[in-house]
């Protein structure tokens, strides 16, 4: 029964990064904290589309989120208590490093700011 609950755990790790868009949510978290719409901004998705990947994301360990007034910040866990989840995040930070789309995607962030996409 035990190794059954290990074997979920797994497939739900695993098939939450088998989508290219969560794969990119969680390259863009490695450089910085986001609210949903600057990732719906970024990755050019409905806000419902977004809300559904982080939500796969978050249930599956990678990502945790806090609330700072009427934003909502999206971030990698620092210690995640899964041992799949640690490990592909620690080999995250050099995977698809010389991919077209993940470079493109991350040198784009700079300027992707919730400030002006609200016009505040």
């Not at 088998?18 to 990755?43: F, G, N, T």
């Amino acid at each position: 029964m035990k190794e059954n609950k290990k074997m979920k755990e797994f497939i739900k790790v695993m098939k939450a990064v088998s989508d290219p868009m969560r794969v990119k949510i969680v390259k863009m978290l490695q450089v910085k904290m986001m609210c949903v719409c600057e990732i719906q901004a970024a990755l050019g998705l409905a806000q419902s589309s977004t809300s559904k990947h982080l939500k796969l994301l978050e249930d599956a360990g990678f990502i945790t989120f806090h609330k700072d007034g009427l934003w909502v910040n999206y971030s990698l866990v620092a210690d995640s208590k899964s041992p799949y989840v640690a490990s592909l995040l620690e080999n995250f930070t050099h995977w698809l490093e010389d991919d077209e789309d993940i470079i493109e995607l991350l040198e784009q962030l700079p300027q992707i700011d919730r400030k002006i996409i609200r016009g505040l």
